[in-house]
Structures are given as structure tokens and as C-alpha cells.
């Protein structure tokens, strides 16, 4: 019995082992945090987990922060808001659920949190005020309008933007990965042809100059159209193998989440919607 034990102990390091090592790339990827400043008052954090941007009221007496990262990058994003005022009122948006982007809302137990609520028959996992399906929600903010939208199910069973006005910036959260392949989980509410409706909306009904993408570089709206290429292409050569080795050609370079993501498993995801 005891030798059984230790045979199964082993090879569960060596899973647990073999796992790290395929993983590695991708958490080391993520993990990598930088700090954009679009003005004095909004800052930008990519990476750490899902792209970040906080805004801090002119007096510093609140901030706004959207997505809140998870482990070591929650953990820079909570002390970056403490060196500004460690007694401001503190409000998070979530664009979704996914622990990328709202693992660190622990870390500001007494936040008011908005985020989308969920279609019928799921319930929402985050304590906050919600925006129904379909919905807008307005803050006021002292410089500017930020408008939240539910976009309803795409990336997540609740994917939400948030659009500054004045600045024309758009954070996309999941709906645009800048550079990695996306994550397409059925389980996890994703519908990679609702995401490409998604995309079409944001592009017709914002003006966006700066595209702040769930992960990936800050960019522009053109961020939004090549994921939307992305999809249609895929979409289109599902029955040409030919084009279907092109497109892995042309993507190769793309960043992927070892079993959560990369072409192979964006082209059977997006096969069996069909």
C-alpha cells in the first residue's frame, strides 16, 4: 500500500511538473505588468492579468478602478491606489467574472463593485450593482462620461465595456486579445459568433480612438477589427485545409494559454458552432 502511494504521489509531481513547464510561457506573458498614462488623472495597466485602467478623481478623494488583475499584479495595482490615497472611496467596474480580471476585488473589501449581470438561468458571482443585457449604465465622473454596456455573452456568459466619452477610450475587456489567440471556453459563456456581432456593434456605435484590449498592447480601433478578422477567417476556411494552414502560418506568432487557447483549438471551437 504504501509503495502504491508513493508511485501515485510521483506521478502527480511529474503531472504537476509537466504542467508548470508547459504553462511557464504563458503565466510569465501575463504576469509582465506595464503602466500607460493616457492623462494625470487615467492610467493604464496592462498585464498582471487582464489589462487594468484606474482613474483618480482631480482632489484624489475616489477612484475608479476597471479590473482588478489577480495575484502579484492585484497585489501592485492595490499599492499603486494606497500611494495615491490609502483612505479614497474605492468603485470597481468588472468588465466579467474570469479571476483574471476580478481575483484582486478582495483586496478593496469595502468597493462598491458594478458589473454585468448574467443571462437568465446563471447567477452573477460578484456582490454588485448590475447592468442588465442589452443595457447601458453612465457614471459621471469629473472630467468626463463613462458609458458601461452589457454586451451580454461572447467571451464570458456577461461581457461589459467601458467608453470615456471625452477621451474616446474603450476598455474592450475580453472581448479583444491584442496579439494572443482567444480563449473560447463553451462552459465559460463564449460564442465566437456573437463576439464577432459584439465587435461589429462597438465599431458602428463608439468613436474609439485609444482600444485598451482585455490583454495584449493598448492600441487603437483597428485592435477590434482584427479580432473580428480573426473570427472570419477561421469561420470561412473551415472546409479549406489549404487556407486553414495559411491562417496558422499567419497567427503563428500569436501568444496562446497552454489548453485554454491557441489556433487548433479556436478552429474546433468555432467548427462545432456551426
Given at each position: ?158 461581457d461589459t465595456t ?103 483549438s479556436a478552429v ?7
Amino acid at each position: 500500500m504504501k509503495k502504491t502511494l508513493v508511485i501515485i504521489a510521483g506521478v502527480i509531481i511529474a503531472l504537476l511538473a509537466g504542467l508548470y513547464i508547459i504553462m511557464a510561457p504563458a503565466v510569465k506573458a501575463m504576469s509582465k505588468m506595464d503602466a500607460v498614462d493616457v492623462d494625470k488623472n487615467l492610467k493604464i495597466f496592462t498585464g498582471g492579468g487582464g489589462n487594468s485602467a484606474v482613474y483618480v478623481f482631480p482632489d484624489k478623494s475616489s477612484i475608479i478602478i476597471i479590473d482588478t488583475k489577480m495575484g502579484g499584479g492585484a497585489k501592485m495595482l492595490k499599492a499603486y491606489c494606497d500611494s495615491i490615497n490609502p483612505k479614497a472611496v474605492i468603485t470597481i467596474i468588472n468588465t466579467h467574472e474570469h479571476s483574471d480580471h476580478a481575483a484582486g476585488n478582495k483586496l478593496f473589501p469595502n468597493a462598491a463593485v458594478i458589473t454585468g449581470r448574467y443571462d437568465a438561468g446563471r447567477q452573477n458571482t460578484l456582490k454588485a450593482t448590475l447592468v442588465d443585457v442589452g443595457k447601458t449604465y453612465t457614471i459621471k465622473i469629473a472630467d468626463d462620461e463613462m458609458e458601461l454596456m452589457n454586451m451580454g455573452a461572447a467571451h464570458s456568459f456577461s461581457d461589459t465595456t467601458v467608453y470615456f466619452k471625452k477621451r474616446k477610450l474603450l476598455m474592450t475587456g475580453d472581448l479583444v486579445f491584442n496579439g494572443w489567440h482567444p480563449v473560447l471556453v463553451k462552459m465559460g459563456g463564449a460564442n465566437a459568433g456573437k463576439w464577432i456581432a459584439d465587435l461589429d456593434y462597438l465599431m458602428k456605435n463608439y468613436d474609439i480612438k485609444t482600444a485598451v484590449p482585455g490583454h495584449g498592447e493598448v492600441s487603437d480601433v483597428k485592435i477590434l477589427q482584427a479580432q473580428k478578422t480573426y473570427f472570419v477567417e477561421i469561420k470561412t476556411a473551415l472546409n479549406d485545409p489549404a487556407r486553414l494552414k495559411a491562417l496558422k502560418e499567419k497567427y503563428k506568432n500569436y501568444k496562446h494559454i497552454p489548453i485554454f487557447s491557441g489556433f487548433d483549438s479556436a478552429v474546433r471551437f468555432i467548427q462545432a458552432e456551426k
